[in-house]
């Protein structure tokens, strides 16, 4: 298992499109990162001006390295998806498509193995890719913008919130933010997984993994009663951006924020457990129709 | 000899079509098994069902007298196929293509036995080469590097001439015969070109929509007393009338165009002097059978003719 593990890492490693993933990346933090450097401040006039005429801010201390990676993170992991998909659906779909799928299995290998493998090999990928948006979005926003205390904007039902937190108590939740969208990613690499079981060609799965993926994502933002209350818990995409919470950080009476606290971690754990039964209710289904599959490629 | 292969009563259904239909068959040790059959005759099918690519419907398959289904891995890593075209992980070398496979074979790779096996395939001076710039010969004989790799007991090749050129072919048919006479491995090969298996094999199946219409040892089922033979030549219309008053007039057979005999293979040389003996000018004479005649010849004894394909 192992040494599949290795060659199927290998493999990945090889291919000039697993790279499209990080230059796609690389390009829209550092296109982010000098937007915020040549013209930040007009981003936050924009982002408080309903709140600007009772609070007063030094912007360009708020512009620092974690709040660049906040709103970086904020856009991007929306679209990362994609880049999962990019791999992930060509796991199976791609080696029927080369031709190499039937002789993989005519190795000494279980489907059961090759599913769990590719995923595995998937779940690695989808790591270092939220390694390198960790090393760019935050290392480097740290280095160009400096550290400081982190303010958050935030919009809570009907009124606007701006939460503040010190600059000891942010690396952990941004580790815990990292960790917790390897989690929901992992999800639509186990999706994009299922769909290329079934299909002969890589398209046809990332086409349909972002189609689901938007799908869901449209349905979880559709804020109808009937829909928050009996389609909305069962969709991935309601918890894809539960890494926000690791932010949401309470505060005493007074309004002072406290220091290590989060303002609702047992959201945040039901939220992974959710997608964590995803991922094996996908997986489940990957192995099982993979192993039924009559391989006619 | 040791029955390697043993498939009874294998059938399998696709979207209702019935593509293996009953079929039996025994291939023994170092057999050339040659699996003949037009396409979509149902051989690719049950190939795939011999490597646990397709399941089978029902019947049972036994291989080194173990039930595949229960012994997959242990039979699979004493086999090695090429499947239809050879293809292979196109953005790596033929090395590491090579080494990939070797390690999932389950043997232990080392630099020396990968260049030694890329040797024996002449592609050694090319193993750093991508696949993708390789030619169909060549990645067909990196296809049989990594079939043999693991050194196989069972080797399993569906139409590995395809898309190989002539020079290809013989070298293909080569190895084939030497697979088997000289390292005593066990082969099954299909071809839809009888000519082929005549060359390669000393058993063979033929089957025809799924189910088996004949199966033996290739030399009993190839008569060549029955032979169609075909002659052209400069004035068919003279070479008629004088063949049927002579005692060639036997074996004359009813065409148009063309003049057909069906007569033993080994009387042609007597034919072509007494063409040439009375002055008929030869543009062609040969045998000439097609697949499908052989299947009709096999189906309705009456029209038995030696196969010979182009």
């Known amino acids: 298992m192992w040494n599949l593990f290795q060659i199927e890492l ?38 408080l ?12 201390k708020a512009i620092n390295g974690y709040f660049m990676c906040y709103i970086i993170l904020n856009t991007l992991l929306i ?43 998937s779940f690695v990928y989808t790591i270092a890719l ?60 186990a999706l994009a997984m299922v769909l290329s079981v079934f299909a002969e060609n890589s398209i046809g799965p990332i086409i349909a993994t972002v189609c689901i993926v938007i799908v869901c994502t449209v349905v979880s933002n559709i804020n109808v009663p009937i829909i928050d209350d009996n389609v909305k818990p069962w969709l991935f995409t309601s918890y894809l951006v539960g890494w926000k919470g690791f932010f949401y950080i309470n505060s005493t009476e007074d309004g002072v924020p406290i220091k290590g606290s989060l303002e609702n971690w047992p959201a945040i754990r039901n939220s992974l457990l959710i997608l964590v039964a995803h991922i094996f209710i996908l997986l489940g289904i990957a192995i099982t129709a993979f192993r039924k599959k009559d391989i006619l490629s | 000899m040791s029955v390697i292969v043993s498939v009874q009563q294998l059938f399998k259904e696709f979207d209702g079509v019935k593509a293996v239909n009953d079929l039996s068959f025994t291939v023994n040790e170092g057999d050339v098994y040659g699996f003949l ?32 289904a ?24 033929a090395y590491d293509n090579l080494s990939v496979f070797a390690r999932l074979s389950g043997i232990k790779v080392s630099r020396k036995l990968l260049m030694d096996q890329l040797e024996k395939v002449d592609l050694a001076q090319r193993y750093n080469s991508k696949v993708k710039t390789f030619s169909q010969g060549m990645k067909q004989r990196l296809g049989i590097a990594i079939a043999l790799v693991h050194d196989p007991k069972l080797i399993i090749l569906d139409e590995p001439t395809n898309g190989l050129d002539p020079q290809g072919i013989a070298d293909m048919r080569k190895l084939i015969i030497n697979l088997s006479k000289e390292q005593g491995k066990t082969v099954i090969v299909s071809s839809h070109l009888l000519s082929e298996i005549e060359v390669m094999a000393n058993r063979m199946i033929v089957i025809d929509k799924g189910k088996k219409i ?61 063409l040439i003996q009375n002055d008929i000018g030869i543009i062609a004479l040969q045998p000439k059978h097609s697949l499908e005649e052989y299947f009709l010849s096999l189906t309705n004894p009456e029209n038995h003719v030696e196969p010979v394909s182009n």
């Open chain 2, 37 to 68: 059959g037009q396409n979509g005759a149902g051989k690719s099918t049950t190939i795939r069902m011999l490597l646990t690519l397709v399941k089978p419907g029902s019947g049972s398959i036994k291989i080194f007298d173990k039930e595949l």
């Open chain 1, 79 to 121: 679209q990362v998806p994609i880049l999962i998909a990019l791999i992930a659906g060509d796991a199976i779909s791609g080696e029927a498509n080369m031709g190499t799928l039937r002789l993989l299995l005519t190795k000494p290998i279980s489907r059961t193995q090759i599913i769990l493998v590719k995923f595995a090999a």
């Open chain 1, 49 to 60: 001006q309903n709140v600007q005429d009772n609070f007063t801010l030094d912007k360009g």
């Open chain 1, 10 to 47: 290998y493999k990945i490693s090889r291919r000039p499109r697993t790279y499209i993933s990080f230059a796609a990346i690389t390009a829209i933090i550092v296109i982010f990162q000098f937007a915020f450097k040549a013209d930040g401040e007009s981003y936050m006039n924009l982002l």
């Open chain 2, 70 to 93: 229960a012994n997959r891995s242990e039979i699979l890593r004493q086999t090695g196929a090429i499947i239809e075209r050879p293809d292979m992980y196109k953005y790596l070398s």
């Open chain 2, 214 to 274: 004949a199966e033996g040892a290739v030399s009993e089922m190839l008569d060549p007393s029955s032979t169609i033979v075909q002659l052209e030549t400069t004035n068919n219309e003279k070479a008629l009338n004088l063949l049927h008053q002579s005692q060639w007039n036997a074996f004359v057979e009813p065409s148009a165009g063309l003049i057909k005999f069906r007569m033993n293979k080994n009387e042609i040389p007597s034919l072509a002097a007494w």
């Open chain 1, 130 to 189: 939220l390694i390198w948006m960790a090393v760019m979005a935050l290392f480097v926003s740290l280095a160009i913008f400096g550290v400081d205390d982190m303010l958050i904007f935030r919009v809570k039902g009907e009124e606007s919130q701006i939460l503040q937190i010190t600059q000891d108590d942010i690396m952990w939740r941004y580790f815990a933010a990292f960790a917790y969208a390897a989690v929901a990613l992992t999800v639509i690499a």
